[in-house]
């Protein structure tokens, strides 16, 4: 709550606390400038701590997430895997991009959003708490598009038999660097893709190939829901 002084006396301004889910609804079309006193509390479900992302974090409330696209490295220093956040959305932009949800500064070129500036970050983006989020449990047969961005775990899935051999990215024949890769697990009746950023510090890791629990986001790959892997959890299954 903010407090102004009037000349008609005492001027109270309330800021109002809304979810991902508001922060969707909002940009159905194009980008939408942020104009009201929203604040946005959630966690911080993935950032560049492994190479996940890239200049950017993600955060994901009880609703959904957003990400948030930050001019910095090493994001991870300022806002940890795992820490409550508030996010003051007024000022700020937001706008679809791949089907996915993204907030940053208003844009200057043909992206929905540009990116904050580091020095800005902490006028719009504060660690209020270190309590861990609790990720969903969630079965493959239930995710929708309104999961976009959730943190969620799966359970009890193995990689398909034809890359049970395969790591998590594959070599670009042409490059002979790694690109973003997708794997497909299945639980017995449905089939997921696991996707994984060639930045990704275990990109070269090999498969488990027994059944195991994932904890991630869902996101969008190639017009396709999916998962990525949050923080690298993944675990057998007993």
Same mark, same amino acid.
């Given at each position: 709550?903010?407090? *102004? /002084?009037?000349?008609?006396?005492?001027?109270?301004? +309330?800021?109002?606390?809304?979810?991902?889910?508001?922060?969707?609804?909002?940009?159905?079309?194009?980008?939408?400038?942020?104009?009201?006193?929203?604040?946005?509390?959630?966690?911080?479900?993935?950032?560049?701590?492994?190479?996940?992302?890239?200049?950017?974090?993600?955060?994901?409330?009880?609703?959904?997430?957003?990400?948030?696209?930050?001019?910095?490295?090493?994001?991870?220093?300022?806002?940890?895997?795992? %820490?409550?956040? !508030? @996010?003051? *959305?007024?000022?700020?932009?937001?706008?679809?991009? %791949?089907? #996915?949800? +993204?907030?940053?500064?208003?844009? $200057?070129?043909?992206?929905? @959003?540009?990116?904050?500036?580091?020095?800005? =970050?902490?006028?719009?983006?504060? @660690?209020?708490?270190?309590?861990?989020?609790?990720?969903?449990?969630?079965?493959?047969?239930?995710? /929708?598009? !309104?999961?976009?961005?959730?943190? =969620?775990?799966?359970?009890? @899935?193995?990689?398909?038999?034809?890359?049970?051999?395969?790591?998590?990215?594959? +070599?670009?024949?042409? $490059?002979?660097?790694? *690109? !973003? #890769?997708?794997?497909?697990?299945?639980?017995?009746?449905? #089939?997921? $893709?696991?996707? $994984? %950023?060639? #930045?990704?510090?275990? *990109?070269?890791?090999?498969?488990?190939?027994?059944?195991?629990?994932?904890?991630?986001?869902?996101?969008?790959?190639? %017009?396709?829901?999916?998962?990525?892997?949050?923080?690298?959890?993944?675990?057998?299954?007993?």
């Amino acid at each position: 709550m903010l407090l *102004c /002084g009037c000349s008609g006396g005492v001027e109270i301004l +309330v800021s109002r606390e809304i979810s991902a889910a508001y922060l969707w609804s909002m940009a159905r079309g194009g980008t939408v400038h942020i104009k009201d006193d929203y604040i946005l509390r959630g966690f911080v479900t993935m950032n560049d701590y492994l190479g996940e992302t890239r200049r950017s974090v993600i955060i994901s409330d009880h609703s959904s997430g957003v990400e948030i696209k930050i001019d910095m490295d090493n994001i991870h220093q300022l806002l940890p895997f795992g %820490s409550e956040v !508030e @996010v003051y *959305c007024s000022g700020l932009y937001i706008g679809r991009e %791949s089907n #996915t949800l +993204v907030m940053g500064t208003r844009p $200057t070129a043909e992206f929905a @959003v540009d990116r904050i500036p580091a020095e800005d =970050v902490s006028r719009y983006i504060r @660690v209020v708490g270190e309590a861990a989020p609790n990720a969903e449990r969630m079965a493959i047969a239930d995710i /929708g598009n !309104e999961d976009i961005f959730r943190y =969620v775990m799966i359970e009890g @899935v193995r990689v398909i038999d034809e890359e049970r051999d395969c790591r998590w990215c594959d +070599v670009d024949m042409l $490059t002979g660097e790694y *690109c !973003e #890769t997708a794997r497909h697990f299945t639980d017995g009746r449905d #089939t997921l $893709t696991i996707v $994984t %950023s060639p #930045t990704a510090d275990y *990109c070269s890791d090999h498969i488990l190939k027994g059944p195991i629990h994932c904890i991630g986001v869902i996101d969008v790959f190639r %017009s396709n829901l999916s998962l990525r892997l949050s923080n690298y959890q993944i675990v057998p299954a007993e």
